[in-house]
C-alpha cells in the first residue's frame, strides 16, 4: 500500500514542532516538498536517521499499555534498514540482545529493519519475542515450558528445529524469520546473548530447589512500527521487566507455568478453598523471589510500586508539555496489589486506535505456506515422568 501523504505530513509537522529533526534538518518546507514529491514518485519515502529516532521514540510515548514511559527518550535506536535477508536480520537481533543486556545493565534498544514498500514488503520476525522458552507438548495434552509457545513450538520443530533430547521448561526457541518473498528461516540463539537469572528466594532455601529461571531482556519482535505512514514490520524493541510482568503473569497465570499450587504447597498453605487466600499469599512470594534475585544478579528490574510513581511523573510531564498520555488502565495497573499502587486512583485518557507513531498489533501471518507444507510435523515427546 501506498504511503498517505496526509500521515507523512502530519509526522513531518510533529517532529518539526518538537524540534527533533536534528539542526542540520532542512527547513520544513522544503523537506515537506521533497517528501510529497517522493511519495507520488515512488508511493512511499525515506525517512533520515533523525526522522526514524524520533518516530519510534515517540511510538513508545503513545503505547496505552506500557508503565514504563518515563523514559521513551532514552530509547537506542539501531537503524538497520539496509537489511532484507533472514540471516542479516537474524544475526543482527543476536547484536541488539548483546547491545542491550550490557551484562545486566538493560538498555531500552529497539532495531529497525527494513520497510514495506509498494513493490515489495520487509522482513518479518514471527517471534512474539526474540526470546521465549518452548511449550512441549506431551501425549497427555499437558505441555512441558510455557504452553503459550506450544503452537509456535510446533511450527519451527515442523521446519527443523531440533529440540533439546533432554526437554526441559525453559529450552529457548529459536528466532523464525522471513525476508520480502515469505520464506521462513530458523535461526538459534547463541548462548551468550541470552542473559538467565537463576530465581531464589530471601527466606525460603527450598525454592531454589524449583530449579526456576527466567530471562533478563523482554524484547517485543512482532508488532511492526509505522512511522509517518512507512510500515516497518520488523522493529523488535525492548525496554526491561517488571517484577510483576515475571511473578504474577509469567510464572503464575494457570494458562502459563501454573506455579501457585506448586509455590503454596512448598509454603504448606491451606489450598482447601479460596478463601485461606493461599494464591494471593503464593503470588507475592513468588513475585518477591523474582524481584530478590533479579537484583541479586545485577540485573535492571523495575518493582510494581516505584514504576506506579514513575507513571504518574511521565503523565505530569506530558501534560504540562500540552500532550494527552492515553494509557489502558487493565494494562497499566498492576497485575499484584493494585489498590496499593498510585496508578490505581485515577482515570487515564482512552488510547486511540489512529495515535501515531505507533507500535501496532501483530499482523497476519505471511509465511509461505507451500514451504509450510513441504515440513511435517514431528510426534509427540515422550512423558518421561
Given at each position: ?7 507523512a ?14 539542526p ?27 526522522e ?7 511510538a ?8 514504563g ?22 544475526a543482527e537481533?543476536?547484536?541488539?540482545l ?8 538493560i ?86 546473548a ?8 530471601p ?13 533478563a ?20 524493541f ?48 513468588l ?18 510500586h ?30 499484584l496489589s ?18 501515531r ?29
Amino acid at each position: 500500500m501506498p504511503v498517505d501523504p496526509d500521515e507523512a505530513a502530519e509526522f513531518l509537522e510533529l517532529t518539526y514542532a518538537e524540534d527533533a529533526a536534528g539542526p542540520d534538518a532542512e527547513p520544513l518546507a522544503q523537506r515537506m516538498s521533497v517528501v510529497l514529491d517522493e511519495i507520488a514518485a515512488t508511493g512511499t519515502y525515506r525517512h533520515t536517521g533523525e526522522e526514524l529516532a524520533f518516530g519510534a521514540r515517540a511510538a513508545w510515548r503513545n503505547s496505552a499499555r506500557c508503565i514504563g514511559r518515563l523514559y521513551w527518550r532514552t530509547l537506542q535506536v539501531r537503524d538497520r534498514r539496509h537489511l532484507t535477508a533472514p540471516g542479516d536480520v537474524a544475526a543482527e537481533c543476536v547484536e541488539h540482545l548483546r547491545d542491550a543486556t550490557r551484562g545486566g545493565r538493560i538498555r531500552s534498544s529497539i532495531t529497525v529493519f527494513a520497510p514495506d514498500v509498494p513493490e515489495r514488503p520487509g522482513p518479518r520476525i514471527h517471534n512474539e519475542q526474540l526470546i521465549r522458552y518452548a511449550g512441549h507438548r506431551l501425549p497427555d495434552g499437558s505441555v512441558r515450558g510455557d504452553p503459550r509457545t506450544a503452537d509456535f513450538t510446533d511450527l519451527v520443530g515442523r521446519l527443523g528445529w531440533k529440540r533439546p533430547e533432554q526437554r526441559g521448561r525453559f529450552d529457548v526457541l529459536p528466532l523464525l524469520v522471513s525476508g520480502p518473498d515469505g520464506r521462513p528461516s530458523l535461526h538459534e540463539l547463541p548462548d551468550d546473548a541470552v542473559l538467565e537469572v537463576p530465581l531464589t528466594h530471601p527466606d525460603h532455601p527450598w525454592f531454589a530447589e524449583m530449579r526456576l529461571r527466567w530471562h533478563a531482556v523482554p524484547a517485543i519482535s512482532n508488532m511492526p512500527l509505522v512511522v509517518g505512514g512507512v510500515r516497518y514490520p520488523a522493529a523488535p524493541f525492548n525496554g526491561w521487566y517488571l517484577n510483576t510482568e515475571i511473578g504474577a503473569r509469567n510464572l503464575a497465570d494457570a494458562d502459563r507455568y501454573d506455579l501457585l499450587p506448586a509455590v503454596a504447597a512448598r509454603l504448606g498453605l491451606d489450598t482447601s478453598s479460596v478463601r485461606t487466600m493461599w494464591r494471593d499469599r503464593a503470588l507475592v512470594e513468588l513475585t518477591l523471589a523474582v524481584q530478590h534475585s533479579f537484583d541479586e544478579a545485577g540485573v535492571t528490574m523495575a518493582d510494581h510500586h516505584t514504576e506506579s510513581d514513575r507513571f504518574l511523573a511521565h503523565l505530569a510531564k506530558e501534560e504540562k508539555a500540552g500532550r494527552s498520555c492515553p494509557a489502558d488502565w487493565t494494562w497499566i495497573v498492576p497485575p499484584l496489589s493494585g489498590g496499593l499502587t498510585s496508578v490505581f486512583h485515577r482515570y487515564y485518557d482512552d488510547p486511540r486506535p489512529d495515535e501515531r507513531p505507533a507500535f501496532l498489533p501483530p499482523a497476519e501471518d505471511v509465511l509461505d505456506k507451500a514451504a509450510l507444507d513441504d515440513a511435517d510435523f514431528g510426534e509427540p515427546m515422550a512423558d518421561p515422568g
